[in-house]
């Protein structure tokens, strides 16, 4: 069983669409994370929901937009892409307070923007 | 705000041999989590080991241990008997223990490990 999954793995898509990632848990964690890994691999925090409240919002963009349905689903909505947006997008989860937040990643989202 | 530096971009070692990658963080806290996370050229990560700072003991998974060096503010990962499979980048992470920072982990530059036959 997939503990964090992802769709899609990768999206090529077209500077100023709009296009949404989508990631859900089944480990019943209560705090889930969008991450972005850049052309050089380092890796930044962009938003953490708990409980399917905004927690996190690290100086990402109005463009990125979260939504949390539930617990278990943290979609990433991004409008108006611009070439800059290119990266990999991993999602992650945890359980707060617990073993330092030890983060369960999900496979990664690769954007490409042409 | 914590930070965390990895100084090695790249290491190199042979099959079988012993490779230790550095990492050393800032951070005002006295309770707090490092990790090792591993990312293959599939992408995913995946932790490799994890230590409490208030334990002195330093921590083994396997092949994997960890030199943590608190005063220091270290935190080395040694690899022993190294594999192929253990090609990878290694990302060194710090996270707060509990409180209301809900967990974002800091992360370093990364280090790719190159193991050769």
């Known amino acids: 069983d997939t503990a964090v999954s992802q769709t899609p793995k990768y999206l090529v898509t077209q500077m100023g669409n709009d296009k949404s990632i989508k990631c859900e848990q089944n480990?019943?964690?209560?705090?889930m994370y969008w991450y972005k890994q850049d052309s050089k691999k380092f890796l930044k925090i962009m938003f953490s929901?708990?409980?399917?409240?905004?927690?996190i919002n690290e100086t990402v963009p109005n463009r990125f937009s979260p939504k949390s349905p539930d617990k278990a689903h943290l979609n990433l909505h991004i409008n108006s892409l611009e070439l800059g947006d290119s990266a990999v997008y991993f999602c992650?989860?945890?359980?707060?307070?617990?073993?330092?937040?030890?983060?369960?990643f999900g496979p990664g989202t690769r954007l490409t923007v042409l | 705000a914590q930070t965390v530096t990895q100084s090695q971009p790249e290491m190199s070692v042979q099959e079988a041999e012993t490779v230790t990658l550095s990492c050393t963080y800032d951070?005002?806290?006295?309770?707090?989590?490092l990790f090792w996370y591993k990312q293959p050229p599939s992408r995913q990560m995946i932790l490799v080991i994890r230590?409490?700072?208030?334990?002195?003991q330093n921590a083994t998974e396997n092949r994997f241990s960890v030199n943590f060096q608190k005063a220091a503010k270290s935190f080395s990962l040694k690899i022993s008997d190294s594999q192929l499979g253990d090609t990878a980048m290694y990302f060194c992470?710090?996270?707060?223990?509990?409180?209301?920072?809900?967990?974002?982990?800091?992360f370093g530059q990364g280090t790719i490990l190159t193991v050769h036959p």
């Open positions: 992650a989860s945890s359980r707060p307070g617990v073993l330092g937040n030890e983060q369960f």
């Open positions: 480990l019943g964690h209560d705090t």
């Open positions: 929901y708990n409980n399917k409240e905004l927690i």
């Open positions: 951070t005002s806290e006295n309770n707090y989590y």
């Open positions: 230590q409490e700072a208030y334990k002195q």
């Open positions: 992470a710090f996270g707060r223990d509990g409180g209301t920072s809900y967990g974002k982990l800091t």
